[in-house]
């Protein structure tokens, strides 16, 4: 950041501090006098109330003059109260008003701040700068592809074999492997056992005859066989 614009930022931010002192400085002196008004305007509520009991003790004592001057007082009272009323209106609203250009001024600091720390960044961040790091990123990127490409080259012997040969034989492999595997025939899947309830033994089979006839086929078949 140039020594301008450092002198800038920090001679705006003094001016806006010295502005924001003065803004406080005139609420504390607006809130003394509202409350100096304040106290006076109950002295005077005081001071006609006790003018009214005068008159009704004068009215009592047949003083007819003196009661009347009471409530003249008691009106004078009343017109200073309203007076006093009148004051504290105008400084009320002029404490609306500096409090409102207060929260005013102290925004439009913030983002004039904001706003000029945003165009050093961009005045210290050059779109030149940013195009030649993106080059150099993009260099050194298709360096390291070539590096990665040139170790995965295969060296020796490897070097030497056909890669439609080894192709070929791969699918010789998996034809061969696929032609076994339809022959080989289909496993039966074992028969489920028979339960047999309890205390209950399973009916053995009975013996089968040998009849004449299957003696005589089998005589022949192994006369055959000699």
Excluded: W
């Amino acid at each position: 950041m140039s020594s301008n614009m450092f002198s800038r930022l920090f001679g705006a931010k003094s001016r806006e501090e010295t502005n924001s002192s003065n803004t406080l400085a005139t609420l504390d002196k607006l809130h003394e006098t509202l409350e100096m008004l304040e106290k006076k305007e109950q002295v005077l509520l005081k001071k006609a109330s006790a003018e009214v009991e005068k008159a009704k003790e004068f009215t009592r004592a047949k003083n007819k003059r003196a009661a009347i001057q009471c409530l003249k007082r008691k009106r004078l009272y009343e017109q200073q109260i309203e007076q006093l009323g009148n004051f504290q209106l105008r400084i009320h609203d002029q404490m609306i008003m500096l409090e409102g250009a207060k929260a005013t001024t102290e925004t439009v600091a913030a983002l004039r701040t904001g706003a000029s720390a945003m165009k050093a960044m961009q005045k210290a961040t050059n779109i030149d700068d940013v195009d030649k790091t993106m080059d150099e990123i993009n260099e050194q990127t298709d360096n390291l592809r070539q590096i990665q490409e040139a170790l995965a080259q295969p060296i020796g012997a490897a070097a030497d074999f056909d890669e439609d040969e080894l192709e070929a034989e791969l699918e010789e492999l998996e034809g061969a492997e696929l032609e076994e595997q339809l022959l080989q025939p289909a496993i039966s899947a074992p028969a489920a056992p028979v339960r047999v309830p309890a205390g209950s033994q399973p009916a053995r089979p009975a013996p089968q005859k040998i009849s004449a006839e299957e003696d005589e086929l089998a005589a022949l078949q192994a006369e055959m066989a000699l």
